[in-house]
């Protein structure tokens, strides 16, 4: 056997900033920016009214835009999306379901791009469905319940939930599974 196997190959950031990335990370950015920004009740001068909402260019949200596109052209697009996970943390430390999706819908493209260039169209749509649905399950659990904590217990229990599963798939489709006496 010789040759590398494809699960051992790293690629570069090189490789990984592409012009997709690029735009992923962009919408990233503008994705921070907007759900830093959102709040409710009135619109205060240099806000934009979204329904009852309204979205504001604040500082926060503008540095947070500006180290993600950092961070993607220095780094490449997983650790941009790991460090706006981070800042978004920091700088909306109660957030409602809406920024939750705003904000996870833009990071989330800075996974989807890579994974799209080397997957089947297939695999790639299972991933945005799948990301969706997390998202959608954390900010509604965020909504019903007001608490950050359980919509981020509720999501690393799906995300364990489907793990496991895709695990003891993998393990019957490549015949690993040992008979039972």
């Not at 056997?1 to 592409?18: C, I, Q």
């Not at 460090?83 to 493209?109: R, T």
């Amino acid at each position: 056997m010789s040759g590398a196997s494809p699960f051992t190959k790293l690629s570069s950031v090189a490789e990984t900033r592409t012009p997709a990335s690029g735009v992923a990370a962009l919408v990233a950015a503008v994705a921070l920016v907007v759900s830093v920004g959102l709040t409710n009740g009135s619109v205060a001068a240099g806000s934009i009214a979204v329904g009852e909402r309204a979205v504001s260019i604040t500082a926060g949200g503008v540095a947070a835009g500006g180290l993600v596109l950092g961070t993607w052209a220095l780094a490449g697009p997983v650790y941009a999306f790991a460090f706006g996970q981070i800042l978004f943390a920091a700088l909306a430390p109660s957030p409602s379901g809406v920024e939750v999706g705003v904000a996870q819908v833009g990071l989330f493209g800075l996974l989807a791009v890579p994974v799209g260039r080397d997957a089947a169209r297939e695999t790639v749509g299972g991933f945005v469905v799948a990301s969706a649905g997390l998202v959608g399950l954390g900010a509604g659990v965020h909504d019903a319940t007001g608490e950050l904590w359980p919509a981020a217990l509720a999501v690393a229990g799906a995300v364990a939930v489907v793990s496991y599963a895709l695990h003891r798939y993998e393990l019957v489709v490549l015949d690993l599974m040992e008979a039972e006496a």
